[in-house]
């Protein structure tokens, strides 16, 4: 069965006019059950689990962590984050990661688990910014080698924006091989340098995006030989989103989620998807394209 994390509280309130599309949290489970792509024993609410922290722990500084869960960053900093602080929105991030956490098991036990929200690679070891604070898949990855559940990982990033922090995170782990696919204009402007980044030209459309990924992951899976992935499902790659400029449609992100899963299922490597960004101007649009990832899993394993 897919199983799928989810908590009302990924929706947190905004001031209005913000230009994060939190509704998209709520309204994506309630398209996937009202399609049947999904029943409500798909989901499953995650919680904050106190013996989980030596994983955020290990991802995080102490000094961060201690001002991220005071509510103490320094205002410049907070701004970088581009969310108003508070102790709920650290919950849900919290929360978030858990969730991450415990599709990392149901995926080993299932080949496939999903996080309805998550995929927030921009937050560093010691910083956080771009709406994330707590590097989710970076956590699931450091409970996963922690526990002997995995020996090699790949992160496979397609969101239009480099996985900076986790980039940076995994700098020096040669457990965690980090490959990045984004746009070569998109924020950050200041990239990192991941295990792997290959930078797409704006404007570059299905095809070329597709031929890129076809021509480099199948490859990569036998160079690293993982035995767990973590999938970066932005759907920020369209050509309606404002904060993207790759000029992909809905239809070529969904073929690009097939052949992700396809190379998964191929190896027989269990994957954990998180959804990332996904900034389009109409809400039905962003649903559609990450309702898509749901339905593609459905259709390929279950």
Do not use: W
Not at 195 to 218: I, K, Q
């Amino acid at each position: 069965m897919l199983k799928i994390a989810f908590h009302h509280i990924y929706k947190h309130p905004l001031p209005e006019g913000h230009r994060f599309p939190m509704e998209k949290y709520d309204l994506l489970p309630k398209q996937l059950l009202h399609e049947g792509t999904c029943e409500p024993e798909n989901f499953f609410q995650p919680e904050i689990v106190e013996d989980n922290e030596k994983y955020i722990q290990s991802v995080h500084t102490p000094q961060y962590l201690k001002e991220l869960y005071s509510i103490t960053i320094e205002p410049r900093k907070a701004r970088k984050i581009g969310f108003p602080l508070s102790s709920i929105l650290v919950e849900r991030e919290r929360i978030i990661t858990n969730g991450t956490i415990q599709a990392c098991n149901f995926a080993l036990e299932h080949g496939v688990a999903m996080n309805i929200a998550g995929g927030t690679h921009h937050a560093y070891s010691d910083h956080g910014e771009a709406f994330c604070m707590l590097n989710d898949q970076a956590i699931g990855a450091q409970y996963l080698l922690q526990n002997k559940l995995a020996k090699q990982i790949l992160v496979v990033d397609l969101d239009v924006h480099q996985g900076n922090g986790t980039a940076e995170i995994f700098q020096n782990d040669d457990r965690v091989f980090t490959f990045s696919m984004h746009g070569k204009s998109n924020y950050p402007f200041k990239k990192e340098k991941s295990d792997l980044d290959l930078p797409m030209d704006n404007d570059c459309g299905d095809e070329e995006f597709l031929n890129a990924l076809r021509s480099t992951l199948p490859q990569l899976i036998d160079r690293v030989q993982p035995d767990f992935i973590f999938f970066l499902s932005g759907v920020d790659i369209l050509s309606t989103d404002k904060l993207g400029k790759l000029g992909c449609s809905v239809e070529g992100c969904k073929r690009r989620d097939e052949f992700v899963f396809e190379q998964c299922l191929k190896h027989d490597i269990p994957v954990e998807v998180s959804m990332g960004g996904g900034y389009s101007k109409d809400i039905k649009t962003i649903i559609d394209a990450h309702a898509n990832t749901y339905r593609t899993a459905q259709q390929m394993y279950f």
